[in-house]
């Protein structure tokens, strides 16, 4: 089992910037690709980064430039640091291990314009 806690949403104005924390345990492997998905209401939950054991990472087409992910292999944790941000961001974001069953519970991100 692993587990993942995300934190660090919250209310922002457009423009603004939020940083968001996922932290993992249990039976993790640092070598294990992490990644951030967001999902808006009445939408599917879209890929927005994701990110290597070494640092290699991949960003969604909307986000690129205005957000990035970045871990740090020590503490099993991986940081999104969200900037100009767009009503359209609003969203609840998940911390994922890659290609597996474990979510955290998501973390509310709310843009207002």
């Known amino acids: 089992q692993v587990q993942l806690a995300e934190s660090g949403g919250g209310l922002v104005q457009a423009g603004g910037s939020l940083r968001l924390s996922c932290a993992a345990s249990?039976?993790?492997?640092?070598?294990?690709?992490l990644a951030w998905y967001r999902q808006a209401p009445g939408k599917q939950r879209e890929l927005v980064a994701s990110?290597?054991?070494?640092?290699?990472?991949h960003y969604a087409d909307s986000v690129k430039g205005r957000f990035t992910i970045s871990r740090d292999n020590a503490k099993n944790t991986i940081y999104l640091q969200m900037n100009t941000l767009k009503p359209e961001d609003t969203a609840v974001y998940y911390c994922?291990?890659?290609?597996?069953?474990?979510w955290g519970q998501g973390t509310q991100v709310t843009v207002s314009s």
């Open positions: 994922n291990v890659y290609g597996t069953i474990y």
């Open positions: 249990g039976k993790f492997y640092s070598a294990d690709t």
């Open positions: 990110i290597t054991q070494g640092g290699s990472s």
